[in-house]
């Protein structure tokens, strides 16, 4: 198990290199080239200058979250291998580079969602929420409005102005594409993609839906275990993969997240473990990563992936905002320091008994 902390690079994280590096156990980053676009094959340039920064700070790169998927490799437009093309390119630049996990999403137009950036909890800590009904009242455009308002002055993954400026047009690209077109459009993808991943032994880790059930009509294929055995079976390669997000799957209480671990055994490259709190059917807060504090049994996960023989990257996933840190929603260093020095205690305690 690999312990690692997500960061956002220098031009747009509030924590920096040196900050992580003290967290204990924490020996490398999980970043991406912040500015570059869907699409957009990368330069060897710009990922080694990256390399270089990350590693002049005692870290390394574990793993790239994310290399965004062009719309029109999602919806199977015509122009879909040409940006399959440039993912490739991208890959042989991280190949090269010794970066060897690609973390990705297959979701239409947005990237996660939630209603609530900074709820109040009893303890006086804000966290990001959802809430079915709140959603279900609003459309993409007016979220939008209110994240941004809430955001800090951050821009937050997956919700880039320049994207929502043409948030309409996405929504009639997606119009004609159902759920089981979106998974065909996936399978091309990736089968497209393997031999590159083969030739650099680059493990590709898709992360779920996240909340793990469609919004806004938008077809959500990574939501249950069904569906990932599905995606794993029609690519059959050790490199096809999942990001095993507790978060994003347990937004549906009943998705069994350790059955999940069980079923996704061996193809489970990377891991986002934090909790949740469930307060009602379609409406949860994000909680500490301690299993008192939600709805999870931290520990029957950590120990899930440890007797599976889980041996990938590992991250704390989203935190609450605490002790008046001003940071990203969900992406401060406090409580994603706590939260990481809690797995990695749960572990030892797993690994020692
Ligand atoms: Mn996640």
Redesign the pocket.
């Known amino acids: 198990m690999e312990m690692t902390f997500r960061w956002f690079g220098s031009k747009y994280d509030s924590i920096t290199l040196e900050q992580i590096r003290q967290i204990p156990g924490v020996r490398g980053v999980i970043t991406t080239l912040y500015g570059s676009t869907p699409g957009e094959a990368w330069s060897a340039d710009e990922v080694n200058a990256l390399k270089a920064e990350v590693e002049k700070a005692g870290l390394k790169i574990s793993g790239i979250e994310s290399v965004n998927i062009h719309d029109d490799i999602k919806t199977g437009a015509p122009t879909r291998d040409m940006y399959i093309e440039n993912y490739i390119k991208t890959l042989e630049v991280l190949g090269k580079a010794g970066i060897k996990m690609v973390c990705y999403n297959f979701m239409p137009v947005f990237d ?1 969602t939630r209603s609530d950036l900074a709820k109040k909890r009893p303890d006086g800590s804000t966290v990001l929420a959802y809430d079915q009904s709140v959603i279900d009242k609003i459309n993409p455009e007016t979220m939008f409005a209110s994240l941004d308002k809430k955001s800090n002055g951050f821009v937050l993954p997956g919700w880039e102005p320049e994207r929502m400026a043409r948030i309409k047009e996405l929504f009639e690209a997606y119009k004609p594409v159902t759920k089981e077109k979106l998974f065909d459009n996936l399978v091309y993808f990736l089968k497209a993609i393997m031999p590159v991943c083969d030739k650099y032994d680059i493990d590709m880790a898709i ?2 839906d ?1 909340p793990a059930w469609p919004v806004f009509d938008l077809p959500r294929i990574i939501t249950n275990e069904e569906q990932i055995v599905k995606m794993l079976k029609a690519v059959d390669n050790k490199h096809n993969g999942l ?1 095993f ?1 507790t ?2 799957l347990g937004t549906n209480p009943k998705n069994d997240l350790c059955g999940i671990i069980r079923a996704a055994k061996g193809r489970i490259h990377f891991a ?1 473990v ?1 909790n949740l709190y469930h307060e009602a059917p379609g409406k949860f807060e994000e909680a500490a990563h301690l299993s008192a504090d939600g709805s999870f049994d931290m520990y029957a996960i950590m120990k899930t992936l440890h007797d599976t023989g889980f041996d990938g990257i590992i991250r704390p ?2 935190g609450r905002t605490i002790w008046g840190e001003v940071s990203m929603p969900g992406y401060g260093l406090y409580d994603r320091a706590l939260g990481a020095a809690y797995l990695n205690g749960l572990w030892e305690a797993i690994e020692k008994s």
């Open positions: 996660w992360h779920p996240d990001t997000c978060g994003s986002h934090r996933d989203h």
